[in-house]
């Protein structure tokens, strides 16, 4: 448990146990449903508002080295006049950069810990910052993928586009919510710490609309990828079939010629003679070393 002391106080508890939860019910009023919640995660972000507090569940996408895809974690926020409370169920990166930051430089710990709202502000935005910074594996992806599509891989590319689409959809499912929650907050927290406060509420449903247009275009551009590489795989696919389609037509006089050997007065008659099988042969050869020079005149070959 981190507790940091100024005109607002901050209490943050990693990894909460029944001790954590034993002590915020003996520092405050909270609902017991809410406290029972802080043990185990929950499925879908909130803001909830209660008369002396305001509970928020915030979750937050976290790429995944393994999977290849975002996961979601979370942070809950337990806020009062003067203290906010932050529990999370694992390290994560916002929240030690911001004790890093207030540690670092007091200037900004000053301002971040005039109100409960400021706090606030200032732990959201950092988040945000975080989430901000989570796109720059999708950012990298479609990079390597553009500069990569048009050096004849396409299946490799159709894999690479593949985990690209699944770590941009998995990011907005988690990440559009908070679309939602932000909005809710601004809404609950006017009410909660006055109209003067609204603007540092509207900043954050600003920086988290930026997240999500980034996502967007992001979303655009791999959509865009796609299409070019499956152009790609179908002419390269269709070329190999027009090959083979040359090579059969090729074929086609060489097999006949067989082919007509094999009836027996056909075949009688230009054998009774080796001057006419040769003849007829090299007519033959002839005729596909011709129908060669034609095709790679065409470009077909």
């Known amino acids: 448990m981190w507790i940091t002391k100024g005109k607002a106080n901050w209490i943050d508890i990693l990894k909460p146990t029944k001790a954590d939860i034993d002590f915020l019910k003996k520092q405050h009023k909270f609902h017991p449903i ?3 919640e802080l043990l185990h995660l929950s499925a879908r972000s909130r803001v909830e508002f209660y008369q002396s507090y305001l509970f928020l569940t915030y979750h937050l996408p976290i ?6 895809t975002s996961r979601r974690a979370e942070i809950d926020f337990l806020i009062t006049k003067d203290e906010i409370i932050t529990v999370h169920y694992e390290d994560l990166e916002p929240i030690s950069t911001f004790m890093r930051t207030i540690s670092n430089q007091p200037a900004i710990k000053t301002r971040a810990f005039e109100s ?8 959201i935005q950092e988040i945000i910052h975080f989430s901000m910074r989570q796109l720059r594996h999708v ?5 390597y993928i553009s500069q990569e599509i048009f050096k004849h891989k396409e299946a490799e590319m159709l894999q690479k586009i593949s985990y690209a689409k699944r770590d941009i959809l998995d990011y907005g499912v988690i990440s559009s919510p908070q679309e939602i929650l932000l909005n809710s ?3 609950v927290g006017t009410k909660f710490w006055g109209p003067e406060h609204r603007i540092y509420l509207s900043d954050l449903v600003g920086d988290h609309y ?3 247009q980034h996502l967007e275009n992001y979303r655009q551009v791999i959509e865009s990828l796609e299409t070019t590489n499956g152009q790609l795989l179908n002419a390269k696919t269709n070329h190999v ?7 059969a037509f090729l074929a086609f006089p060489i097999s006949l010629f067989f082919s007509l050997l094999s009836v027996s007065f056909i075949g009688n008659f230009i054998l009774a003679s080796p001057t006419r099988f040769w003849a007829i042969f090299i007519g033959v ?3 596909i070393i011709s129908l060669v020079l034609f095709f790679r005149k065409k470009g077909w070959l």
């Open 139 to 143: 950012e990298e992806n479609i990079r």
């Open 34 to 36: 809410i406290l029972d």
């Open 241 to 247: 079939m027009q090959r083979f389609t040359i090579f």
């Open 285 to 287: 050869g002839a005729l």
């Open 185 to 187: 907050l601004l809404e």
């Open 210 to 212: 930026k997240v999500t």
């Open 116 to 123: 409960s709202e400021r706090l606030a502000y200032y732990l």
């Open 63 to 68: 790429y995944d080295q393994e999977l290849k």
